[in-house]
Every structure is written in structure tokens, then in C-alpha cells.
């Protein structure tokens, strides 16, 4: 049997520390005979009461009657914490250091046998429920305010919201939107996907949210609690790409366009229950209005999104997108990078290897946000976790940039640094190519933390305050252009005074319906 070490649990209410191992039942060994242990997947380690020190025997199982006894008492330890039949699967988290501890006051006992903790399948919320649909929510008409009262609403499709229609909940852990369906990897099944696609002049927020997402989707993009609408491939229309999708499915690649004025704020999404908390994919151009050359979304606002845990990243965005806040949003423990930014400049047909200024994300602006164990994940589709040697961990990853962009006042923790770019994107040689550098970005008021537990071994050290921290990780280094490098480049004057200042926005309710609700406005 195979199982695999987390560094948190979903079992869990509260979120666990981050400091902790997770391990399944723990078992109390004395008078152990190392050479009569078995292999096994399972763990021994060994204390010394002497010394009071600890010694890892790794896939080692030190079992009753095969090299150890049995310390009296309950076991597994502590008692009633593990499920019978699954005994790896415990029925609450139990902690490393807690079974550590229950061994070390124990004066017979000299080492612990310990599983390493998978976390149980999420079951199907929604068995038993009345509707697995629920109307206030499911038949949005176009123009509708619907107002949630306290209490659970369910979906089993994703939700297309249409023009200027608003989804307000009650307040988080007040309301609750679950996804229903059995535990799944949506992929690039648009008809297993769930969460809210958005529309032109569309709001979703104050509320909890649960999907159904149980690991990495095997699409290469989507499955997020927030989504617009585009294609799901890296690049619309790129020669090896004949099997792109356009979300709606009920598009065709040149139906795949953008929106413009979508918000979504005050949103809890439930640890490892989906991709992502936001993806906002490439689209083709709109074609109308003043967006003619747009390939992306416009004026979009993300506030105060969190969560804790996800398969892949957190707030996405691959391609053209114009003005766009970032603000207020907690995201951490993410199998991928945490607030990435993919312009795609190298995939456009005919712009190899340069830009297309079509693909230039302008505006995008991400302030006050907080980002901590980037790539660190869980389970299976862990991409690095502690032993990662081959990848950069930033808080923010910009594969690419755009023009006017700003990333300030953030906080990132347990990091390879706050800031990085992708080597293809910059003037470094021998792969880079500053003709697909879109223009300089603000960076200012950025922090920076390692309370000591990282999860790479490149993380920044804690005396380290630099913003940019592994080399050539900015485009120009200084050298081109009117960017003198990372964290060299100050925001504009007047810039936080006039930040949205004339922005268009969508702000629903505008009146309160009463001193209990919350104003909601942008």
C-alpha cells in the first residue's frame, strides 16, 4: 500500500500549523531490534531517553512481534484518532510532534511507528439534498441581483452568469455555494467544471465556497472557483494546439472572446477542493467596440479571495487582459505558482520569438495581497515540495509581462522570493529575448518573511530583503529601455492617489437593504 506524506490536512476545521507533519496512526514500540524490523512504507523512528533525541529510520516498520513490542496502552496512539478499517486515514489529524510526545512520556517507550498521512477522498456533497441545482443561483436571468439568505446552495454545472447579473451572499461561513458531484478531475470536460463563469457587468462574493476538484485536472488550463470566458489551450488558434476548446463550450474558437466588468470579492474557497481560485485564459480578439484588438478580459476586480490549498495555482492570467486589480486576496500552499502571469507572447502565429502587442496585459495592478508556500502542495500532484532543486518559487511568477503593471504593497513567506520571470522573457542569453518584454513594472512596498520552515531549497532567508531574488530574474537587469530593474522602478506620480480613479467597475448593491447587510461596492 502506497501513501503519501501531506503537510496539512482536509479533515481538518481549523487550518493546521504549517510547522506540523501530518502522519496516520502512530504506534509505541519498546525493546526494538532494529535488525529484526521489517521493510515496509511505513516509518520508525527511534528515542533516545538519554539524549532525548530522535533518529529516523525511514521505511522501516518496526511491528509487534517483528523487532519491537508493544508499549501498554491504546494503540494506535492516541486513542479513538484512527479509522479501523483505513488505520492510515485517521479520524482527526494527528501531528508528528503530538506522537513524538506521547512516546517520550512514556518511560518503556523507544521509537513510534508512523504511516505517512493521505488525506480522505472528499465524498459527494451533495447525496440527500433537495435540488442539485439550486434556481437562485442556476437560472440567473440577465439583470438579476439575486441576494442569498444564510445557508447552502448547490450547483452541478458551472454557472455562466449573464449580463449584468450578481450573485451576494450573506458573508463568509453565513452562506455556502458546493459544488455536487462525485470527487473528480473536471479536465477538459466543460460539462464536469464548476464554479462561476463570468459575464459582461457580472458580481459573485460574500460567501464559502466548496468544489469537487480531488487533484490536478489533466487540462492545461482551467478548473478554478472563477473563470471568464476563453480558450483552453495555451494559445488560440497556435499550429499544435487543433484540439483547443473555447469555455463556453457552446463557442467556436472565433465566438471565443472576452468580457468586460466581472468582480468577484469576499469569497473563501474550501483547501483542496479545487485548481485554482481565478483563471482568465486567452481569447480571441473581440472585435468590437473599443477592444477591437483585445485577446482577453477587461476590467477585472479579485478582493479578498482565500484559501490554503490548491492542486494547481492560484489567481491566473494567460494572455491579453486590460485593467485588472489584484487586491486583499490570501493564497498559500499552491501545487503551482501562487498570482502568475502568462502574456503568451511566443505562441501568436507569425510572432515567434517576439511580441505581438496584442498579447501586452496593460494595467494589471496587484496590491496588499499575501502569498506563502508557492509549489509546496499535496499528495500526488506535488510539484516540488521539500526537495525541490529545479524550480523558482516566487510568490509572483510573471512568465512574460505587460505594460503598465504594478505589483505593491504584498506580502510573500516561505518563498524563493517575491518576484521572478521566466528566462525566455528577458535580455539574458543564451535563450532570452527582450523583444518579447512589454514594458516596466512597478514594484513597491513589497515584503518579504521566512519564519523558517520553506519549502524549497532555495528559499530566501529571512535577513534577505531583496524583491527579486534569484538572478537574472528581470528582464533588462538595468541595461535597456527606461527600466533600471528589479524593484528599481517607482510607481509613477501620483500613482496610489489616482489607482481606479475613473476605473470602470461593476459595484453591486448600491443601497443597503438594511444596517445588517454589507455594502458591497468597488
Known amino acids: 500500500m502506497m501513501w503519501t506524506l501531506t503537510l496539512l490536512s482536509i479533515v481538518a476545521a481549523a487550518v493546521p500549523n504549517p510547522q506540523s507533519v501530518w502522519v496516520a496512526a502512530c504506534y509505541r514500540r519498546m525493546d526494538v531490534v532494529l535488525t529484526r524490523c521489517k521493510p515496509d512504507s511505513l516509518d520508525f523512528r527511534a528515542y533516545d531517553n538519554v539524549t532525548k533525541q530522535w533518529t529516523l529510520h525511514p521505511n522501516l516498520n518496526c511491528f509487534h512481534g517483528q523487532g519491537a513490542e508493544t508499549v501498554p496502552g491504546p494503540e494506535p496512539y492516541p486513542s479513538g484518532t484512527s479509522d479501523p478499517a483505513r488505520p492510515w486515514i485517521p479520524k482527526q489529524p494527528i501531528s508528528l510532534e503530538a506522537c513524538q510526545q506521547g512516546c517520550s512520556s512514556e518511560p518503556l517507550c523507544t521509537g513510534i511507528v508512523t504511516g505517512k498521512y493521505e488525506p480522505p477522498p472528499l ?197 491579453w487582459h486590460k485593467y485588472v486589480r489584484v487586491e486583499g486576496c490570501e493564497n498559500s500552499d499552491t501545487v503551482d505558482d501562487i498570482y502568475p502571469h502568462w502574456p503568451q507572447a511566443s505562441f501568436r502565429p507569425g510572432f515567434e520569438r517576439k511580441h505581438d502587442p496584442r498579447d501586452c496585459s496593460d494595467h494589471l495592478i496587484f496590491r496588499n495581497n499575501i502569498g506563502r508556500y508557492p509549489r509546496f502542495g499535496t499528495g500526488p500532484a506535488t510539484i516540488c515540495g521539500k526537495d525541490c532543486n529545479s524550480h523558482t518559487n516566487p510568490c509572483f511568477s510573471l512568465w512574460g509581462a505587460g505594460a503598465h503593471m504594478a505589483i505593491m504593497d504584498n506580502h510573500c513567506e516561505e518563498a524563493d522570493g517575491v518576484v521572478a520571470m521566466h528566462p525566455s522573457y528577458t535580455n539574458f542569453k543564451p535563450n532570452g529575448n527582450i523583444q518579447m518584454w512589454c514594458g516596466p513594472i512597478a514594484l513597491e512596498g513589497n515584503s518579504y518573511a521566512n519564519p523558517g520552515y520553506c519549502s524549497s531549497q532555495h528559499c530566501q532567508a529571512q535577513s534577505d530583503d531583496r524583491i527579486c531574488f534569484r538572478a537574472g530574474s528581470w528582464p533588462t537587469n538595468g541595461t535597456i529601455g527606461q527600466d533600471p530593474g528589479c524593484n528599481g522602478t517607482a510607481l509613477p506620480s501620483g500613482f496610489r492617489e489616482k489607482l481606479w480613479k475613473g476605473f470602470a467597475s461593476v459595484a453591486f448593491p448600491t443601497k443597503k437593504k438594511s444596517e445588517h447587510e454589507p455594502q458591497v461596492t468597488v
Open 123 to 319: 465524498l459527494d456533497q451533495c447525496i440527500g439534498v433537495p435540488t442539485q441545482c439550486s434556481e437562485e443561483i442556476c437560472d440567473l436571468k440577465p439583470g438579476q441581483v439575486q441576494r442569498l439568505k444564510p445557508g447552502k446552495y448547490y450547483h452541478d454545472k458551472q454557472i455562466f452568469l449573464p449580463k449584468g447579473s450578481a450573485i451576494i451572499g450573506s458573508g463568509i461561513n453565513q452562506t455556502y455555494i458546493i459544488a455536487c458531484g462525485p470527487p473528480t478531475a473536471s479536465g477538459c470536460n466543460m460539462t464536469k467544471r464548476r464554479g462561476f463563469l463570468m459575464g459582461n457587468d457580472t458580481y459573485v462574493g460574500n460567501f464559502t465556497f466548496r468544489g469537487r476538484e480531488d487533484k490536478r485536472n489533466g487540462c492545461p488550463l482551467g478548473g478554478a472557483m472563477i473563470e471568464t470566458p476563453g480558450c483552453q489551450g495555451d494559445y488560440c488558434g497556435a499550429p499544435n494546439n487543433g484540439g483547443v476548446l473555447c469555455n463556453p463550450p457552446s463557442r467556436s474558437l472565433e465566438q471565443c472572446t472576452g468580457v468586460a466588468n466581472a468582480t468577484a470579492e469576499y469569497i473563501h474557497l474550501h483547501a483542496w477542493t479545487m485548481n485554482h481560485v481565478g483563471w482568465f485564459p486567452p481569447t480571441t480578439p473581440w472585435g468590437e467596440n473599443d477592444y477591437a484588438e483585445i485577446s482577453g478580459s477587461a476590467m477585472i476586480t479579485l478582493r479578498s479571495l482565500t484559501s490554503w490549498g490548491l492542486f494547481a495555482d492560484g489567481v491566473n492570467f494567460l494572455g
